[in-house]
Nanobody, 124 residues
Framework: EVQLQASGGGLVQTGGSLRLSCAASGFRFNDYTIGWFRQAPGREREGVACKQLSDGSTYIAGSVRGRFTISTDNSQNMAYLQMNRMKPEDTAVYYC?????????????????WGQGTQVTVSS
């Protein structure tokens, strides 16, 4: 059974940093692509970053490029989202998800399994 557990959310001031973690189990890590998504109140869930776990290629959405970084520890089946220079518009529930296809994608419809979200709030 595929399981994803996101953690690390919280309250941070504008300009601050947070690191989210996603613990994965129940599947062969290197056969998947992992993504981070976020959903703010009243808005669509949007892709933030993803990483193809076989070749390590990454994609970062333009809205967070230069501030957010996705990384993984394949030996521990862990993924991380490092968020720096945070802005109030980064406030959202953040989710990790995986797709059993080795290609980066920011489309939520292309992901097969989802973890529960973790709330991130950036105060102004």
């Amino acid at each position: 059974e595929v399981q994803l557990q996101a953690s690390g959310g919280g309250l941070v001031q504008t300009g601050g940093s947070l690191r989210l973690s996603c613990a994965a189990s129940g599947f062969r890590f290197n056969d998947y692509t992992i993504g981070w998504f976020r959903q703010a109140p009243g808005r669509e869930r949007e892709g933030v970053a993803c990483k193809q776990l076989s070749d390590g290629s990454t994609y970062i959405a333009g809205s967070v490029r230069g501030r957010f970084t996705i990384s993984t520890d394949n030996s521990q089946n862990m993924a991380y989202l490092q968020m720096n220079r945070m802005k109030p518009e980064d406030t959202a529930v953040y989710y990790c998800a995986v797709r059993k296809f080795l290609r980066n994608s920011e489309s939520r419809d292309e992901y097969d399994f989802w973890g529960q979200g973790t709330q991130v709030t950036v105060s102004s």
